[in-house]
């Protein structure tokens, strides 16, 4: 029997079915997208492949992959009825070849549990659109970043990054092994850059050469005359605060000290007259002691309060001079921050990187020589690293066109040329190299660049020959080819079917075919069927065992005779 999943209305079933540790998309859940109302996908190892009749909904799988890898959301999608549509991908994170770990850290995401790697996408009719990676809430370009890492999608019409020079040459480096070497050869494009742009800031005329040293000298002495200290500005604003309120102050604490001690009716003076009334009610009531205690206290307290108060009255400083002094520099701070930073450590570092570009200015002459002697030093690495780049591209060629021509007789271009023409360009971060993947598919033509290819078909097949032999080098774990063998029949089917299973051999694959020859090929088949129930119409998606599996073959050759279901069975075998 076959394993079926079915979409339900009702909450959904899933299939669970099993998966060795070379799976690296292992779980995909879709809920309320399109037909689908809920499903949870268990994906095999290997090669996987979806058929059936055109519109039963096989691009379903292909768009919400799109969307939890982090393309742009289109609420239309979202099911007739429902307020909001939900897609999870969940990958085996052991086997993937990224730097999972540091880009989970710098992104403020939770680590991967029980090594699975868990993207999760939501958006509603409202406009309301969330993504989450392993529970955490994150961007949508987060989501697209890291989808790009771990998914490569490739439908009828993605074949133009093939025609882009610098993805051209990343796919030889990849093939040659550079990668490094290209990396290091960028960090020294980067470090000139570093010093032209240190260059260019000394490059000034005459007269913005004297603008530059007059306002960085202004700038530099004004801060450093200042003598500031980052943790002053309260302590100077209490002080003024204190300073400019010392008569109230006075007054008022000498008040304080009045009512508590310095007339008659003062509270000192009735705690006396307390204080001996409750001496006579203790020697009547013996009982009364606590009362006695409790006045003590009070007293000690009053009279604590009046010797603070005294202590406090005694340093409060009524002096117009010293106010004038605070004043003053407390109004230097703010001009200060007003001009250079929003706190005292910004100025104070304001003013540091002030000193240092006064000092470059005023040694231009000298620091000009040795930027120049530190620039010549580092064009001659680049020339010398450059070439050494070069020379190894021009080693890989041959052997990338030779690659890629065979594969390409495999799938029906038996007299075909696939070179790479190598020609001097401006220095860049990827060398001093251009590169154009030309192609002539028939004999007698000269070879073309891939971008003056119109037949899709054509594209297709030189996109198939070149990941089929990328494959070892490729770090992307899991390609999905959404109909690339459009325009394709025959035996390129058969070829293109061979490809696919060849590179299922370094990498998961998942693909959707109108091909039997292609769906032969694959590890796992599933077939997706459209069909109504309880009035609303929904799709089925089913793991296909060997006897369906034949059954849906034939169903792709034209039909269910004899005849097809044989020619099924020697296409499986």
Request: with cysteine; hydrophobic share 40%.
């Given at each position: ?44 190892p290997?090669?996987n492949?979806i ?18 890898l ?14 909001s549509?939900?897609?999870?991908a ?16 710098e ?7 029980e ?11 409202s ?19 890291i ?80 003598r ?21 102050l ?41 009362l006695?205690?409790l006045?003590?206290?009070?007293g ?26 605070v ?10 921050k007003?001009?250079y ?7 104070i ?9 006064l000092?470059?200015?005023?040694s ?18 680049i ?30 271009f ?20 251009a ?46 080819f959404?109909e ?10 058969n070829?293109?079917?061979?490809k ?6 370094k990498r ?18 599933y ?5 109504v ?13 060997k ?5 849906e ?21």
């Open positions: 029997m076959s394993n079926t999943i079915f979409f339900l209305p009702n909450g959904g079933v899933t299939a669970k079915f099993s998966a060795d540790k070379s799976t690296m998309l292992t779980t995909l859940r879709i809920k309320n997208l399109a037909l689908v109302s809920d499903l949870t996908l268990e994906l095999q290997g090669c492949v058929t059936g009749e055109t519109g039963a909904g096989k691009s379903i799988i292909i768009g919400a992959l799109n969307l939890v982090g393309e742009r959301a289109d609420r239309t999608l979202i099911r007739s009825g429902e307020e549509c939900s897609v999870e969940v990958f085996d994170a052991k086997k993937l070849h990224a730097p999972l770990k540091s880009f989970l850290e992104n403020g995401l939770e680590p991967c549990e090594n699975q790697l868990v993207l999760k996408r939501n958006f509603s009719a406009g309301t659109n969330r993504q989450f990676i392993n529970g955490s809430a994150t961007t949508l370009a987060t989501l697209a970043a989808g790009e890492s771990l998914v490569d999608m490739h439908g009828p019409h993605d074949h133009q990054s093939l025609l882009h020079a610098g993805k051209q040459l990343l796919i030889l480096d990849a093939l040659g092994g550079l990668a490094k070497t290209r990396e290091e050869f960028g960090e020294l494009v980067r470090r000139r850059a570093v010093l032209e742009n240190e260059k260019s800031a000394l490059i000034l005329d005459e007269k913005t050469y004297a603008q530059q040293l007059d306002l960085l000298r202004f700038q530099v002495q004004e801060i450093s005359t200042a500031l200290n980052p943790d002053e500005e309260k302590s100077v604003e209490e002080e003024f605060n204190r300073s400019s309120n010392a008569a109230k006075l007054q008022l604490s000498q008040t304080a000290i009045d009512a508590l001690s310095e007339n008659e009716n003062s509270l000192l003076t009735q705690s006396g007259v307390i204080g001996r009334v409750l001496a006579e009610l203790q020697r009547v009531d013996a009982g009364a002691e606590n006695v205690a006045h003590a206290q009070a000690e307290t009053l009279r604590e309060l009046q010797t603070e108060l005294s202590r406090y009255a005694d340093k409060v400083d009524v002096d117009p001079a010293r106010l004038a002094e004043e003053e520099r407390l109004n230097l701070i703010h001009s200060l007003r001009k930073g929003t706190t005292l450590a910004e100025v570092a304001f003013g540091d990187e002030a000193k240092q570009k000092s470059a200015l005023e231009r002459d000298e620091e000009l020589a040795r930027l120049k002697a530190a620039m010549e030093k580092l064009d001659s690495e020339m010398s690293e450059g070439k050494k780049l070069s020379t190894a591209r021009k080693k890989i060629i041959p052997q990338l066109a030779k690659a890629v021509s065979k594969q390409l007789e495999d799938l029906g038996k007299q075909s040329k696939f070179d790479v023409a190598i020609s001097a360009a401006e220095m860049s971060s990827s060398g001093l190299d590169i154009e993947f030309q192609f002539a598919p028939n004999p007698g033509e000269p070879a073309k660049p891939l971008r003056a290819i119109a037949s899709s078909g054509e594209m297709a097949r030189v996109m198939l020959a070149l990941k089929t032999v990328l494959a070892a080098e490729d770090e992307i774990p899991v390609l999905v959404d690339v063998d459009a325009n394709v029949g025959g035996e390129t089917a070829a293109v079917g061979e696919m299973r060849q590179i299922a051999a998961q694959v998942f693909c959707i075919t109108h091909l039997p020859q292609v769906a032969s090929a694959a590890d796992a088949h077939v997706v069927t459209k069909l129930k309880n009035g609303r119409t929904i799709s089925e998606i089913t793991l296909l065992d006897k369906t599996r034949v059954t073959l034939a169903r792709m050759l034209g039909g269910q005779t004899a005849a097809a279901r044989k020619h099924a069975e020697a296409l499986l075998k």
